[in-house]
Nanobody, 124 residues
Framework: QVQLVESGGGLVQAGGSLRLSCAASGRTFSSYAMGWFRQAPGKEREFVAAISWSGGTTYYADSVKGRFTISRDNVKNTVYLQMNSLKPEDTAVYYC?????????????????WGQGTQVTVSS
């Protein structure tokens, strides 16, 4: 069982930065691949980034590539999403999620655990 709690969201101007954190409970955090997703009002939840259990493999959505960086600290049981050069279209609720393998991590299916989400609002 894994419980996930996101933090670090907020209001930022376009061009600014935020770092989201996702703290996980449970001794098996280091065995899970982790993903970040986001959902804007009226839109479907979409993939943002994912990282393998070791941190050695990462995937990004084209819309955030070069601006966002996913990382993890298996000692602190935390996964991070560093978001730079933020745009108004990045405004959404951001969720972290855990799954057994990095294979297929760019879709919402296969993620067995989800956090409650943290709001990110980027003003123009």
């Amino acid at each position: 069982q894994v419980q996930l709690v996101e933090s670090g969201g907020g209001l930022v101007q376009a061009g600014g930065s935020l770092r989201l954190s996702c703290a996980a409970s449970g001794r098996t955090f280091s065995s899970y691949a982790m993903g970040w997703f986001r959902q804007a009002p009226g839109k479907e939840r979409e993939f943002v980034a994912a990282i393998s259990w070791s941190g050695g493999t990462t995937y990004y959505a084209d819309s955030v590539k070069g601006r966002f960086t996913i990382s993890r600290d298996n000692v602190k049981n935390t996964v991070y999403l560093q978001m730079n050069s933020l745009k108004p279209e990045d405004t959404a609720v951001y969720y972290c999620a855990a799954r057994a393998t990095i294979v297929g991590a760019i879709t919402t299916s296969g993620y067995g655990y989800w956090g409650q989400g943290t709001q990110v609002t980027v003003s123009s």
